[in-house]
């Protein structure tokens, strides 16, 4: 008696007597049971596939980029793009799985969990606004306060950045596929960093990993820094306009916000990593540049390169800087008034003054700003020389190198001044007479 398999009644081959015929029907059940499911899941949408469009179509969303008011500055509450200032690549969200494993392999996982890594999105068309690489920017406000950091202080600063400031990142929730409010979402995800340990393999450059962490901790904290070293004491307390290059540093680490050059790969192609690494110039060229002018400037930090400069984008970047609140100074008016104040201490102030310059300034005669605000207190004209006056000072009689003050033309305006001051009171109007 012979044994017929279903395929050898469709019309197969048969098989002989030592060979172990099985349940060949097994297959065609196993093949329905896997088509229900993939039917089942294709209609419930927990298709790899289908979880990777609505994905993509979540986090590259267009976005409205926003601003709280149109005088060119960055403010607190904005929707803005933190853009690469040298490629136009702009700070994303990483939301495929991918970023959350390099964010737990970095260790930056959080409490909860949730973390995503932070990329630099391919320059041109991929850098337009969108959801996963739009971010809002939040004050930092210290759980405890302190003389350095009080807790109103914040909100005592006005609504926009001041260079010097500490500030948060939060990425738009609507790259989560969750609502756009002002806290960034139920869950809101921060721009941190590690603040210090040894390298990981989070990150391809062996440096300090940049993410979105759902902890709003110190390594969440950043602050906007001028790029340039020698005006960066001059620039804190001062707005941020849109537009300007500046130096993100990580408070935790002091480590700038770097632009990293391996790729990494993501929903959307082959990104950019950043990382928290200070690509600072080893200090030759700025040494002879200070040497050839004949300054010393070995205090100062090395310049930042290119990797480490960013820019806000709130709108569209501004031309030039707006002018301030309250009236234009008029330079004569102020020349005038700094000649008053230094004669009415001695009626050789105008002379005083000129020898302090001369002293003071390098040997193109240029003076710092620090130097000629000290110098114009020490002669007398202390309320004359506000923050307001020696920028003004510098705008008008500026110097060979930057922040610096042109002394002797300087002096030479202040002593002209001083004689007409002399010549049109009564006393010099009676010794031109005689």
């Not at 899941?41 to 976005?63: C, E, I, K, N, Q």
């Not at 969200?93 to 630099?120: E, I, K, M, N």
């Not at 003076?367 to 923050?387: K, S, T």
């Not at 042109?406 to 002096?411: C, S």
Request: glycine content about 14%.
């Amino acid at each position: 008696m012979h044994s017929y398999t279903p395929q050898q009644t469709s019309g197969g081959p048969r098989y002989g007597a030592g060979v172990i015929v099985g349940n060949w029907a097994e297959d065609d059940v196993q093949r329905a049971a896997s088509l229900r499911a993939l039917t089942a899941a294709a209609g419930a949408g927990a298709l790899t596939s289908t979880r990777f469009r609505d994905r993509v179509a979540l986090a590259g969303a267009p976005a409205k980029l926003s601003r709280a008011a149109g005088d060119g500055f960055v403010h607190f509450g904005d929707l803005l793009q933190l853009l690469h200032a040298p490629t136009s690549r702009a700070l994303a969200v990483d939301t495929s799985p991918d970023g959350a494993a390099a964010a737990r392999g970095c260790g930056a996982a959080g409490d909860d969990g949730g973390a995503l890594r932070a990329v630099a999105t391919a320059p041109g068309g991929a850098a337009a606004p969108a959801a996963r690489s739009t971010l809002l920017l939040h004050r930092y406000t210290p759980l405890r306060p302190s003389p350095l950091e009080p807790a109103g202080g914040a909100d005592a600063a006005g609504p926009a950045l001041l260079y010097g400031q500490k500030l948060l990142l939060l990425s738009n929730p609507e790259a989560r596929g969750e609502p756009l409010d002002a806290r960034g979402g139920g869950a809101p995800l921060y721009l941190a960093a590690r603040a210090a340990g040894a390298p990981v393999a989070g990150c391809l450059g062996r440096r300090r990993p940049v993410h979105f962490a759902p902890d709003p901790s110190y390594d969440a904290v950043w602050a906007a820094h001028a790029p340039d070293p020698a005006l960066r004491p001059q620039s804190l307390g001062r707005p941020v306009p849109a537009g300007a290059p500046l130096l993100l540093v990580h408070c935790a680490s002091n480590a700038g916000l770097c632009l990293g050059g391996g790729g990494v790969p993501t929903d959307f192609g082959l990104e950019a990593e950043v990382c928290a690494h200070a690509a600072a110039s080893n200090g030759l060229q700025l040494g002879l540049e200070a040497a050839a002018r004949g300054d010393d400037l070995r205090s100062l930090p090395p310049r930042p390169l290119d990797s480490n400069l960013w820019t806000f984008a709130n709108g569209g970047p501004v031309e030039q800087l707006p002018p301030g609140d309250g009236p234009l100074l008029d330079t004569g008016a102020l020349l005038g008034a700094i000649a008053r104040a230094v004669t009415a201490v001695r009626p050789d102030g105008a002379a005083v003054l000129d020898a302090k310059l001369l002293r003071l300034g390098d040997r193109r005669g240029d003076v710092e700003a620090g130097d000629l605000q000290l110098a114009l207190r020490q002669c007398g004209a202390g309320g004359e020389a506000d923050e307001e006056a020696v920028c003004h000072l510098l705008a008008e009689y500026a110097g060979a190198a930057p922040g610096r003050v042109a002394g002797r033309v300087l002096a030479a305006a202040i002593r002209q001044h001083a004689a007409a001051e002399a010549v049109g009171s009564p006393k010099g109007a009676v010794a031109a007479r005689a």
